[in-house]
């Protein structure tokens, strides 16, 4: 199903971005007209064709050439929440791969240091306060929310929540020494981080003026929090007692830290415990694991009172060529379905830009740079979260271990690791793969866990449409062959890879027969045509299957690929979004609601082969980007039709739900198809299913699936579960073979009838991270002619080729921090160029330090390299 853009997107590429909750212990959370200052993308400078095997990247003698799927045979997760552990065991031979994210500058050194470990370096890891801002509505409330409702500031249980006050949770920002943060805890791998996106993608170089300015404005002064927080505490009737200790009601105000224990969360927690101190504040500081503190912040009710900040971890598991919708995620109620995020509330100002963005709803690149803006000058308004840092993290492997890593979400958040993991270079062999936790909540494709402890294995057992390129974000075709992607003239969208084509028509009509909506009672989908009204969208694209895609893919028991697996996967989309369907999910309809305002249509246009249109409202800035597979990924997880039938079956009759939300509210087991209570309430049904000969939604899928097939279906599910002893059933290139919760381990082995050959995403070697030198005058006259900067760009100590840049953007501070200019470097040859400050522009800058900051932007890789020098203006 869809969660909007969010999750239309884990069908088109592996969002995320999705931005869901995953861990590290970290939380989850993905042009025709360019922007003025960046050069557009050619076509000729990026990779055209899928990646071959380069150099580097093959086994020094060729694979068997029969050997498909996985190289290893065996992969075992098991848990260590202590990196020094782990980064020993792994000198002692004793484990394989950890890949936690380590930001331990120490471990770093050790592991450099050490010619048996590998150290794989990645960008996409941001820690984050996470603020309860709950207060209880009411007419007389003295607090005015962003929206403009009146709340107490207290939780149900009358206890104070000064964050209910958003002027307070602003003030956190001056509250905390980002710059503390990042070179003391973090020991210099990390970058301060005030804004939620990322400082190694795109739209961090893209937006850098404003990003500067929103920088400057909430740089750290703990004076000035003091001031506000006092004025606000005094104004909710708050009183500061003698003893220097805040008072609400006669009682002292006490806020509770959740404060992850796996790594240097615990260090920052206990910071901001102590800025919080010095304030008046009484502080209880509630250590715990991601597990531990889960159960107060992602499943509890903010209402109660249990918690008011957490220290928050999230990684971008592949690399995100638009952060706009990080906004909606991160600070409305339509990012997830849970009670924290219902409890936000926005002003008109950013809930309209946020939308639009999350959307790409906007005419041109203008527009978007300006709702882009809007909502990073407000975003720190909102201040449901508190940004700290950017981290340079990292994760450890041991050196005969190859693997395929993402440059923003590592090994754990890559896609492709496990097409790409091997042992030595011959296939074969078994890994020991470590992390934090495992098996941290409950799987169930539809809305089950996506911490990326358990996303790490479940990945493994799926396959995609499409897959991330894990240096730039771009789309390569995995399962589906080719595509094709129509615009409204005007749509600012690009293509770089011949794969996909783009062509730009003056409208697009959605067909008659297209399916639009879905009528939950009569259990079919509504055509436009049935709708009676003619129906235009921004972007069509259209997805071309392989003809043997049936004969060549298989479930792992034993059932054929079917274009009724698409289906269903489509039914539940809409299904869980009617109030008239018996699976009906309030805590889902946020986002259902989302996806229907750009959702306009689905066509299959042939089953053999699967060609199937999908029509939106909605569109990514890459051509690549804008294909819809519509692959069964649900974004929790693969579901074939079969397995998610049973889900349905069993939340229809009250006894589990896919959601936590609906089984909290229900009073019932939260879904899982791998272990615990569910497996005998899903047997149940499985049994009733094969009494039956079960077709779920018969009035739409008896249309796809035979009686004939859904006997083979549910006979080959209960030979799977009597022989596994649970549900989970993909198509990835491993299977799951063992599940132990207690001892929290989980054992997947190669799936021998996956299809593809094993060397097929081999081709990506080291990514080509940009480094930049700025070389000019320590001192400048303010009257002088102009003034000359040299800009060298190199990889590996070579100039960087100019067809490889897509931009070089410069903008020069004055001594006050504010941009008195900007604009793009001059190219003089290959890894050369040349910013020129004007007489006029030198004559605006008073005496003093100044700063000259240089974004370099390549077609290679998508993440910036960022560089500035200072200089000295005088008279």
Same mark, same amino acid.
């Given at each position: 199903?869809?969660?909007?853009?969010?999750?239309?997107?884990?069908?088109?590429?592996?969002?995320?971005?999705?931005?869901?909750?995953?861990?590290?212990?970290?939380?989850?959370?993905?042009?025709?007209?360019?922007?003025?200052?960046?050069?557009?993308?050619?076509?000729?400078?990026?990779?055209?064709?899928?990646?071959?095997?380069?150099?580097?990247?093959?086994?020094?003698?060729? &694979?068997?050439?029969?050997?498909?799927?996985?190289?290893?045979?065996?992969?075992?997760?098991?848990?260590?929440?202590?990196?020094?552990?782990?980064?020993?065991?792994?000198?002692?031979?004793?484990?394989?791969?950890?890949?936690?994210?380590?930001?331990?500058?120490?471990?770093?050194?050790?592991?450099?240091?050490?010619?048996?470990?590998?150290?794989?370096?990645?960008?996409?890891?941001?820690?984050?306060?996470?603020?309860?801002?709950?207060?209880?509505?009411?007419?007389?409330?003295?607090?005015?929310?962003?929206? /403009?409702?009146?709340?107490? @500031?207290?939780?149900?249980?009358?206890?104070?929540? $000064?964050?209910?006050?958003?002027?307070?949770?602003?003030?956190?920002?001056?509250?905390?020494?980002?710059?503390?943060?990042?070179?003391?805890?973090?020991?210099?791998?990390?970058?301060?981080?005030?804004?939620?996106?990322?400082?190694?993608? @795109?739209?961090?170089?893209?937006?850098?003026?404003?990003?500067?300015?929103?920088?400057?404005?909430? *740089?750290?002064?703990?004076?000035?929090?003091?001031?506000?927080?006092?004025?606000?505490?005094?104004?909710?009737?708050?009183?500061?007692?003698?003893?220097?200790?805040?008072?609400?009601?006669?009682? $002292?105000?006490?806020?509770?830290?959740?404060?992850?224990?796996?790594?240097?969360?615990?260090?920052?927690?206990?910071?901001?415990?102590?800025?919080?101190?010095?304030?008046?504040?009484?502080?209880?500081?509630?250590? !715990?694991?991601?597990?531990?503190?889960?159960?107060?912040?992602?499943?509890?009710? &903010?209402?109660?009172?249990?918690?008011?900040?957490?220290?928050?971890?999230?990684?971008?598991?592949?690399?995100?060529?638009?952060?706009?919708?990080?906004?909606?995620?991160?600070?409305?109620?339509?990012?997830?379905?849970?009670?924290?995020?219902?409890?936000?509330?926005?002003?008109?100002?950013?809930?309209?830009?946020?939308?639009?963005?999350?959307?790409?709803?906007?005419?041109?690149?203008?527009?978007?740079? =300006?709702?882009?803006?809007?909502?990073?000058?407000?975003?720190?308004?909102?201040?449901?979260?508190?940004?700290?840092?950017?981290?340079?993290?990292?994760?450890?492997?041991?050196?005969?271990?190859?693997?395929?890593?993402?440059?923003?979400?590592?090994?754990?958040?890559?896609?492709?690791?496990?097409?790409?993991?091997?042992?030595?270079?011959?296939?074969?062999?078994?890994?020991?793969?470590?992390?934090?936790?495992?098996?941290?909540?409950?799987?169930?494709?539809?809305?089950?866990?996506?911490?990326?402890?358990?996303?790490?294995?479940?990945?493994?057992? !799926?396959?995609?449409?499409?897959?991330?390129?894990?240096?730039? /974000?771009?789309?390569? &075709?995995?399962?589906?062959?080719?595509?094709?992607?129509?615009?409204?003239?005007?749509?600012?969208?690009?293509?770089?890879?011949?794969?996909?084509? +783009?062509? #730009?028509?003056?409208?697009?009509?959605?067909?008659?027969?297209?399916?639009?909506?879905?009528?939950?009672?009569?259990?079919?989908?509504?055509?436009?045509?049935?709708? /009676?009204?003619?129906?235009? *969208?921004?972007?069509?694209?259209?997805?071309?299957?392989?003809?043997?895609?049936?004969?060549?893919?298989?479930?792992?028991?034993?059932?054929?690929?079917?274009?009724?697996?698409?289906?269903?996967?489509?039914?539940?989309?809409?299904?869980?979004?009617?109030?008239?369907?018996?699976? #009906?999910?309030?805590?889902?309809?946020?986002?259902?609601?989302?996806?229907?305002?750009?959702?306009?249509?689905?066509?299959?246009?042939?089953?053999?082969? +699967?060609?199937?249109?999908?029509?939106?409202?909605?569109?990514?800035?890459?051509? =690549?980007?804008?294909?819809?597979?519509?692959?069964?990924?649900?974004?929790?997880?693969?579901?074939?039709?079969?397995?998610?039938?049973?889900?349905?079956?069993?939340?229809?009759?009250?006894?589990?739900?896919?959601?936590?939300?609906?089984?909290?509210?229900?009073?019932?087991?939260?879904?899982?198809?791998?272990?615990?209570?569910?497996?005998?309430?899903?047997?149940?049904?499985?049994?009733?299913?094969?009494?039956?000969?079960?077709?779920?939604?018969?009035?739409?899928?008896?249309?796809?699936?035979?009686?004939?097939?859904?006997?083979?279906?549910?006979?080959?599910?209960?030979?799977?579960?009597?022989?596994?002893?649970?549900?989970?059933?993909?198509?990835?290139?491993?299977?799951?073979?063992?599940?132990?919760?207690?001892?929290?381990?989980?054992?997947?082995?190669?799936?021998?009838?996956?299809?593809?050959?094993?060397?097929?995403?081999?081709?990506?070697?080291?990514?080509?991270?940009?480094?930049?030198?700025?070389?000019?005058?320590?001192?400048?006259?303010?009257?002088?002619?102009?003034?000359?900067?040299?800009?060298?760009?190199?990889?590996?100590?070579?100039?960087? @080729?100019?067809?490889?840049?897509?931009?070089?953007?410069?903008?020069?501070?004055?001594?006050?921090?504010?941009?008195?200019?900007?604009?793009?470097?001059?190219?003089?040859?290959?890894?050369?160029?040349?910013?020129?400050?004007?007489?006029?522009?030198?004559?605006?800058?008073?005496?003093?330090?100044?700063?000259?900051?240089?974004?370099?932007?390549?077609?290679?890789?998508?993440?910036?390299?960022?560089?500035?020098?200072?200089?000295?203006?005088? &008279?």
């Amino acid at each position: 199903m869809w969660r909007n853009r969010k999750l239309w997107l884990v069908f088109a590429l592996v969002a995320m971005l999705a931005l869901a909750l995953a861990a590290c212990g970290q939380e989850q959370a993905p042009a025709t007209e360019a922007p003025a200052t960046e050069a557009p993308m050619t076509e000729e400078a990026q990779p055209t064709e899928a990646p071959q095997p380069t150099e580097e990247a093959k086994p020094t003698e060729e &694979p068997k050439p029969a050997h498909t799927g996985a190289w290893v045979d065996e992969v075992t997760f098991i848990t260590e929440t202590d990196s020094q552990a782990a980064v020993t065991r792994l000198q002692e031979g004793l484990i394989d791969v950890y890949a936690f994210t380590i930001g331990n500058p120490d471990l770093y050194k050790t592991a450099k240091e050490d010619p048996n470990i590998k150290v794989v370096e990645f960008f996409g890891v941001y820690n984050e306060l996470t603020i309860n801002p709950y207060g209880v509505e009411a007419e007389d409330g003295v607090v005015t929310e962003r929206d /403009g409702t009146k709340v107490k @500031p207290e939780f149900d249980n009358g206890a104070m929540n $000064p964050f209910a006050d958003p002027k307070v949770r602003e003030a956190m920002n001056w509250l905390v020494d980002r710059n503390y943060i990042a070179q003391e805890i973090m020991g210099g791998l990390a970058t301060p981080k005030y804004l939620p996106i990322t400082s190694a993608f @795109p739209d961090y170089a893209r937006y850098i003026d404003t990003v500067r300015e929103v920088e400057a404005k909430y *740089a750290y002064n703990f004076e000035k929090a003091k001031e506000v927080i006092t004025a606000e505490m005094e104004a909710m009737g708050a009183e500061m007692g003698e003893d220097g200790i805040w008072t609400y009601n006669g009682q $002292p105000v006490t806020i509770i830290i959740l404060i992850r224990v796996e790594d240097e969360r615990k260090e920052i927690g206990d910071y901001v415990a102590n800025q919080l101190e010095e304030l008046g504040f009484k502080v209880e500081r509630r250590y !715990g694991t991601f597990s531990d503190l889960g159960a107060y912040w992602i499943r509890g009710n &903010p209402a109660d009172g249990e918690w008011h900040i957490y220290t928050g971890g999230w990684i971008t598991t592949a690399v995100s060529r638009d952060q706009g919708g990080n906004f909606e995620f991160f600070y409305t109620p339509r990012g997830l379905g849970i009670a924290l995020w219902q409890a936000y509330r926005n002003s008109p100002d950013f809930d309209t830009a946020a939308e639009k963005l999350a959307n790409n709803d906007f005419a041109d690149m203008a527009e978007r740079d =300006e709702l882009f803006r809007t909502a990073l000058s407000l975003a720190n308004e909102e201040a449901v979260r508190i940004w700290l840092v950017d981290q340079k993290s990292f994760s450890v492997v041991r050196s005969d271990i190859h693997v395929a890593y993402d440059l923003a979400g590592g090994i754990s958040g890559a896609v492709l690791w496990p097409y790409t993991l091997r042992v030595g270079d011959e296939p074969g062999g078994s890994v020991t793969w470590v992390n934090a936790d495992i098996l941290s909540d409950v799987w169930n494709p539809v809305a089950g866990s996506d911490a990326i402890y358990d996303m790490q294995a479940i990945r493994a057992t !799926g396959d995609w449409g499409v897959v991330s390129d894990p240096y730039t /974000g771009l789309a390569w &075709p995995q399962r589906i062959e080719k595509a094709e992607v129509f615009a409204v003239k005007g749509t600012p969208i690009t293509k770089t890879l011949d794969w996909v084509s +783009l062509e #730009f028509v003056d409208e697009i009509q959605v067909p008659d027969d297209a399916w639009v909506d879905w009528d939950a009672e009569a259990q079919k989908f509504i055509t436009a045509g049935e709708k /009676g009204e003619p129906m235009t *969208a921004r972007v069509k694209s259209v997805v071309y299957y392989p003809e043997d895609l049936y004969d060549k893919v298989t479930w792992h028991d034993g059932s054929p690929f079917d274009v009724a697996d698409i289906v269903m996967s489509l039914i539940m989309t809409f299904d869980r979004g009617k109030e008239a369907s018996a699976i #009906f999910d309030e805590s889902y309809q946020p986002d259902f609601e989302s996806f229907l305002s750009v959702f306009k249509g689905v066509r299959i246009v042939s089953e053999q082969p +699967l060609v199937i249109e999908y029509y939106t409202d909605s569109f990514q800035l890459d051509a =690549e980007l804008n294909v819809s597979t519509l692959w069964p990924q649900y974004g929790y997880g693969e579901g074939a039709w079969h397995t998610v039938a049973l889900g349905v079956l069993a939340e229809q009759n009250q006894e589990l739900a896919f959601s936590a939300d609906k089984a909290d509210a229900l009073e019932i087991e939260w879904m899982n198809f791998v272990a615990g209570p569910s497996l005998e309430i899903l047997a149940k049904y499985l049994d009733q299913a094969m009494a039956d000969n079960y077709i779920p939604y018969a009035n739409t899928m008896s249309a796809y699936v035979t009686e004939d097939e859904a006997k083979a279906r549910w006979e080959n599910l209960k030979a799977w579960y009597d022989a596994k002893g649970h549900f989970w059933v993909g198509t990835g290139p491993f299977y799951l073979d063992g599940v132990f919760p207690l001892e929290k381990t989980v054992v997947l082995k190669r799936y021998e009838a996956y299809p593809d050959p094993s060397d097929k995403w081999l081709g990506f070697g080291e990514p080509k991270l940009a480094t930049v030198s700025i070389e000019g005058p320590a001192r400048v006259s303010t009257s002088a002619g102009e003034a000359v900067f040299d800009v060298y760009v190199t990889f590996q100590d070579a100039p960087y @080729p100019a067809d490889e840049i897509s931009g070089v953007k410069y903008l020069l501070f004055d001594s006050q921090g504010t941009v008195v200019a900007s604009g793009s470097a001059d190219l003089v040859e290959d890894g050369h160029y040349q910013v020129t400050l004007s007489g006029d522009v030198l004559g605006q800058l008073g005496v003093g330090a100044n700063r000259l900051e240089v974004a370099v932007t390549s077609i290679r890789v998508s993440v910036p390299a960022l560089e500035s020098i200072e200089f000295l203006s005088i &008279p």
